[in-house]
């Protein structure tokens, strides 16, 4: 007979009494103690792959009373390395240098650090004296690389005719016109002044002459009145542009330039400096 009977499970053996008995008189005849072998483990197994840093395993797990071991170790990947380019820094904008990350996990690898802004490099943008044909400029400057204005340069407004050369040139020719020296014909300077100031093909061509005009309007370089080519050369003194002038259908010359800054337009022996915008 079996008595004190103890299950086994997956962590402990199991026992039993085995008894004998008298049939007649139930006199225990007899008693031993007897061993349950221990159950198996029922796993459930789960797999871990590896990442850049860590080793992959595969863990089981006994459903019953949880128990759990590793094996089959994968050796970690490492990283896989991506460059991070460099960051030119600029007159106004930090740069940055060099770096690395990895392309699976992100991990930095080699930090970027920043790198200061360069600043502008200044040049100088010289006057223009203001004429009596022509408009001038006061002194400013702009960024001999990035072309940014520093110190804006304003018009000056053209001067105005004084008139006492005129005036002077007036008196001159009503004395001659009117004077007797004139009219006597000994006086030989005065017969070329009243030749030469009474003619009038000649005062025509002087009051018709128009002055060559050069501003900029937006992108845009206009030349009026230009009778010779016009050169456009940069703030480097490079040729950027070479047009015929239209002075003889319109008047106007309009040149459209790409890029901000300083230009230096000349045509003939009118050189002048204008700002695009």
């Known amino acids: 007979m079996f008595e004190n009977v103890v299950a086994s499970t997956c962590t402990a053996v199991g026992s039993y009494d085995s008894v004998v008995y008298c049939s007649v ?53 490492g990283h896989t390395e991506v460059v991070d380019a460099a ?14 990350h990895c392309s699976v996990c992100e991990a930095v690898l080699v930090a970027q650090e920043d790198t200061p802004a360069l600043g502008h490099t200044e040049v100088v943008d010289a006057a223009v004296a203001a004429t009596t044909t022509s408009t ?25 005719n004084g008139g006492n050369e005129n005036q002077g040139e007036t008196n001159e020719n009503e004395t001659n016109e009117g004077g007797n020296n004139n009219q006597g014909g000994n006086n030989e300077e005065g017969n070329e002044n009243q030749g030469g100031n009474n003619n009038p093909a000649t005062a025509v061509a002087e009051s018709t002459a128009c002055a060559v005009i ?12 230009a009778t010779d080519e016009i050169l456009v050369y940069n703030a480097m003194g490079c040729l950027v542009c070479r047009e015929a002038a239209r002075h003889v259908s ?10 901000q800054g300083v230009y230096i337009v000349k045509t003939g022996t009118v050189v002048k400096r204008v700002m695009v915008n």
Do not use: F, W
């Open 25 to 77: 008189c139930q006199a225990e005849l007899l008693r031993e103690e007897k061993e349950i072998a221990m159950l198996s483990h029922t796993y459930n197994s789960t797999v871990t792959p590896p990442t850049c840093t860590e080793i992959g395993y595969t863990t089981h797990t006994c459903s019953v009373c949880e128990y759990a071991y590793n094996s089959d170790t994968v050796a970690a990947n």
């Open 87 to 100: 960051v030119p820094a600029t007159c106004t904008g930090a740069g940055k240098t060099e770096g690395e």
């Open 136 to 160: 001038g400029l006061t002194e400013g400057s702009h960024c001999s690389v990035c072309s940014e204005v520093i110190v804006a340069q304003t018009v000056i407004p053209m001067l105005e």
């Open 214 to 225: 050069i501003y900029a309007y937006g992108n845009t370089i206009v030349v009026e009145n």
């Open 250 to 259: 319109t008047g106007i010359t309009s040149i459209t330039v790409n890029t």
